[in-house]
């Protein structure tokens, strides 16, 4: 077995790949042990990604509003990873509006072809990822972040690893990271555990890091603000 010294933090990492997202956490008995300055012992960047097939030629709504975005992330000939992602529901919300008297609509992000809020982030992320040269992506989450990672990462043919705080995940958002092919690594402590151990491994540059500190997460969120106005 082995353990992590992240600064005055010792944190056990447990390989959940592969693993049923019914199973217990800290039931699996290996530990996949991490160098001081955050290396994994596994190599987080595969030799070979899989791939799943050409990426769409098709624009969607996200690159729709490329223009919009700060610094303009996007011109002629940059990858499009795109699951259909955008122009997501208004649903008027019937009870709100009767209780504040005010006409309250809510707009669907859950309605992505992931499932997730975080798909509009996720796909520029990913896409720039991907024209930086990356080779594979990096999140913590308890969820919704490690699914949209997943399935981005997946659909551009890049590997991605998910960290998470042991205990603390979204069983449903687990299956689907687990179902997209990502790396799985859970961590004792909370999300800042996590969180710090991706920053650590990320500062390497062989690996882009896809939580919402990458600043093209937040440009990619901003077009649902777009859909609405």
Known sequence: TGTAVIGHDRLELRDLSGQLPAATLMALNPTIPIGARGSLAFNIVQTQASSHGDLPATRTVVWSHAALLAGQPFAPGDPVVSLGEGSTPLIRAHRV????????????????????????GMVV????????????????????TAASAAAYAARAGLSCTVVLPAGHVALGKLAQAIVFGAKVVAVRGGFDAAFRVVRELAASGEVTLVNSVNPHRIEGQKTAAFEVC
Not at 97 to 120: C, Q, Y
Not at 125 to 144: F, I, Y
């Open 97 to 120: 509006s009767e209780l504040t008297g005010v006409d309250v609509w809510l707009k669907f992000d859950g309605a992505n072809p992931p499932g997730s809020f975080k798909d509009r």
């Open 125 to 144: 992320a990913v896409a720039k990822a991907m024209e930086e040269g990356s080779r594979a992506v990096l999140c913590a989450s308890t969820g919704n």
